[in-house]
């Protein structure tokens, strides 16, 4: 009898109090095409795999910014449109680090959060109109508006202007 009611007070102690207190998971929406970037370095308690993974239609939704300038990499003035990097660092609630930028050929970048403006950079997904192929520095290019301020015209932006972009690593 003791056994049992012992028994009975343990189990009820496990459904009332839970072993570890959980956080709600964030909830993104379900992929509805193929992934074009993966961030990474999340908080695993609220990101599966401490990841989140991105299509278009899903950068598209968290609101757009459009840019017209022309760079050192192209011919004359286009337009580009994509999400402000600071509207994904809020939205996946990322706070204080750095971004690690990684392209498709491996090459790589740093961008501390403290650094991001509204929007500068923008993670252009389309110029002119149409989504940038790989070949042509999609199908996410980090984007500043080199023609909008000198400040935009410097070797770190250059180099923090990364092309063919597919996974932003978060370190804190």
Same mark, same amino acid.
């Given at each position: %009898?003791?056994?049992?009611?012992?028994?009975? !007070?343990?189990?009820?102690?496990? =459904? !009332? +109090?839970?072993?570890?207190?959980?956080?709600? !998971?964030?909830?993104? *929406?379900?992929?509805?095409?193929? !992934?074009?970037?993966?961030?990474?370095?999340?908080?695993?308690?609220?990101?599966?795999?401490?990841?989140?993974?991105?299509?278009?239609? %899903?950068?598209?939704? %968290?609101?757009?910014?459009? +840019?017209?300038?022309?760079?050192? $990499?192209?011919?004359?003035?286009?337009?580009? /449109?994509?999400?402000?990097?600071?509207?994904?660092?809020?939205?996946?609630?990322?706070?204080?680090?750095?971004?690690?930028?990684?392209?498709?050929?491996?090459?790589?970048?740093?961008?501390?959060?403290?650094?991001?403006?509204?929007?500068?950079?923008?993670?252009?997904?389309?110029?002119?109109?149409? *989504? %940038?192929? =790989?070949?042509?520095?999609?199908?996410? $290019?980090?984007?500043?508006?080199?023609?909008?301020?000198?400040?935009?015209?410097?070797? /770190? +932006?250059?180099?923090?202007?990364?092309?063919?972009?597919?996974?932003?690593?978060?370190?804190?």
């Amino acid at each position: %009898m003791v056994r049992s009611l012992f028994s009975a !007070v343990i189990a009820l102690f496990l =459904v !009332v +109090v839970p072993a570890h207190s959980e956080q709600p !998971v964030a909830k993104l *929406p379900d992929l509805s095409g193929p !992934v074009i970037l993966t961030v990474t370095g999340l908080d695993p308690v609220a990101y599966p795999g401490g990841k989140a993974l991105f299509d278009l239609a %899903m950068l598209q939704a %968290m609101g757009q910014v459009r +840019v017209s300038t022309g760079s050192i $990499w192209t011919d004359g003035t286009h337009d580009y /449109t994509g999400v402000a990097l600071s509207a994904l660092v809020k939205y996946l609630n990322i706070g204080a680090g750095t971004l690690t930028l990684h392209a498709l050929n491996d090459y790589k970048a740093d961008i501390p959060t403290a650094e991001l403006e509204d929007n500068a950079p923008i993670l252009a997904y389309d110029a002119d109109g149409a *989504p %940038m192929p =790989v070949r042509d520095k999609g199908p996410i $290019w980090v984007l500043y508006p080199f023609d909008g301020d000198i400040k935009y015209r410097t070797d /770190t +932006v250059f180099s923090r202007s990364v092309w063919q972009l597919d996974r932003i690593d978060v370190l804190r």
